[in-house]
């Protein structure tokens, strides 16, 4: 659900977290106050008080509503008489917004206000304070998206490494050759660490493209944003691949190894094409500082260098960085857009660390992976593999 009228100032609380999950943490407080108006209507009734004429108890939501042109009135009357300047341009902002939620007659962002702003709300009175209830939900939501992160890069990581290889070993064999044995066999600890470092890439891109107060990536270019971002490309997750062409096609791939050459080298314009497209078209033309870095270094992917990943592939895992798990309880069942500025860098230290020690294999026959009976089976752990002949002896 979206709140007309409010603004999520740097992303307080991230948008899936007020979309989907601050509704059900304000509906205790809402029911609350309904029920206690309910009650003292019921009361005046029985009294023989008239509907309209009822002057008892409203929720907060209900009294915000009618007050909001009379505090705008009260503001340009009286506070500047009390007030410097520069605070009653911030109190008239205020009053002119509960004037605009109410004109709109926005019931439910009126809800949302009088929650937050409730003095139960900000002050402790019985037991834990509601806006510390809402912060603790939010970084708990926070941590359940890192933990997201965590099993979308090990699954993207695997289909990368198995792509590259299927598409290396086709290479080999028109040289009659494999990289799965001989001189020149293929090391897939090297293949895994180069996946795990193409992700790690894309992990970073999506962070600092969230934080525009970084100054690094340079989304307020619309050049930028609708040509080279990461952001772009992010917008087709969804968007269906017909045809044989499209889902083996090369454009996010092609999108992709641009980006990564912009921020390991950088780009200034000059008296270029992009320059002179960006003049006559109204847009600004953007400039990056090169990183020069490892992370970005094409030399520390040189098997994936080879390798032209296809569009269904790369949008697969576009998607997995973009989209929390579907499971959980309540508003975790449904799929939410992960917000990577909502994520501090101890969460995403947590996603890189989680699987710094992640390395994969070639497996010459087919295996079962196998755990203890009474342990529960985690993608992230430590992985057992048998043969289809051992299975039998692993009854525990």
Known sequence: MSHIGLINDNEFYSEHYLAEIFTGDIRGVLETWQARESNAREAAKANGEAGAGYTGYRTPASRLAGLARELLQRIEGTERLRHGAERVRASRAVARRLLELSSRREAESFKAVSALLHRHSLLESQGQALLDTLDENAHKHA????????????????????????????????????????DEALDPGELSLQCLRYMYRLLFLFYIEARPELRYAPVESETYLKGYSLEHLRELELMPLTSEAERGGRYFDDTLNMLFRLIQEGYRPNQDLLAEESRQSGRDAFEIHPLRSHLFDPARTSLLNKVVFPNHLLQRVIRLMSLSREGGSGARKRRGRISYAQLGINQLGAVYEALLSYRGFFAGTDLYEVKPKEESWDPLGTGYFVKAEALADRAD
Request: glycine share 8%; hydrophobic share 30%; charged share 40%.
């Open 143 to 182: 941590y359940g998206v890192s933990e997201d992160l965590k099993y979308a890069l090990r699954e993207c990581i695997e289909r990368l490494g198995n792509e590259a290889a299927a598409q290396l070993e086709e290479r080999a064999r028109r040289q009659k050759k494999s990289i799965f044995s001989g």
